[in-house]
T-cell receptor
Framework: GQNIDQPTEMTATEGAIVQINCTYQ??????LFWYQQHAGEAPTFLSY??LDGLEEKGRFSSFLSRSKGYSYLLLKELQMKDSASYLC??????????WGAGTKLIIKP | DAEITQSPRHKITETGRQVTLACHQT?????MFWYRQDLGHGLRLIHY???????NKGEVSDGYSVSRSNTEDLPLTLESAASSQTSVYFC???????????FGPGTRLLVL
């Protein structure tokens, strides 16, 4: 079956760095998306990886290893506004996004 | 600016009633999706469409239907609302199969 595994909740300090891991099993693979979702709001797109390696976009970076079925989202210089849920969503062979329950990130001053 | 909107944003209805949730996008995207999101679950796909007159069932389609008569709109109908359909509903669209899905603001539905 298809499965996504992310930590349920993480806590970090303002100004620090945090890494949110995601492991996945899908039927086929057409890339992996990361979304951010603030409480009560819609998911918003953060990053897309289809090849192995690191993609950097400002304070956020995303890494993919297809052979290991593994990705992580790295957030640097954490700000209070980064408190949100982070959703890992690989795309399967039918171009469907497979969604995990997400990781709730709590930022403390 | 192009956008995706949903209406109503909040809805309270009674068990057994028919309810329609609207989704409208001005991106001119071919692909449109309906998801529901419940506490403790990831987003679950209800129905999706890859173009006008095309509709497909997702993993949780029972009790829901959609129709796609134009590019911009994909209304979601709950034929006979049940308390188990209390949820937050998100509509999304994308230009092509591997492209990013962009989400509407969501509709909070309460079925009493």
């Amino acid at each position: 079956g298809q499965n996504i595994d992310q930590p349920t909740e993480m806590t970090a300090t303002e100004g620090a760095i945090v890494q949110i891991n995601c492991t996945y099993q899908t039927s086929g693979f057409n890339g992996l998306f990361w979304y951010q979702q603030h409480a009560g709001e819609a998911p918003t797109f953060l990053s897309y990886n289809v090849l192995d390696g690191l993609e950097e976009k400002g304070r956020f970076s995303s890494f993919l290893s297809r052979s290991k079925g593994y990705s992580y989202l790295l957030l640097k210089e954490l700000q209070m506004k980064d408190s949100a849920s982070y959703l890992c969503a690989p795309m399967d062979s039918n171009y469907q996004l497979i969604w995990g329950a997400g990781t709730k990130l709590i930022i403390k001053p | 600016d192009a956008e995706i909107t949903q209406s109503p944003r909040h809805k309270i209805t009674e068990t057994g009633r028919q309810v329609t949730l609207a989704c409208h996008q001005t991106w001119n995207h071919n692909n449109m999706f309906w998801y529901r999101q419940d506490l403790g679950h990831g987003l679950r796909l209800i129905h999706y469409s890859y173009g006008v007159q095309d509709t497909n069932k997702g993993e949780v389609s029972d009790g829901y239907s959609v129709s796609r008569s134009n590019t911009e709109d994909l209304p979601l109908t709950l034929e006979s609302a049940a308390s188990s359909q209390t949820s937050v509903y998100f509509c999304a669209s994308s230009g092509d199969f591997q492209e990013t899905q962009y989400f509407g603001p969501g509709t909070r539905l309460l079925v009493l």
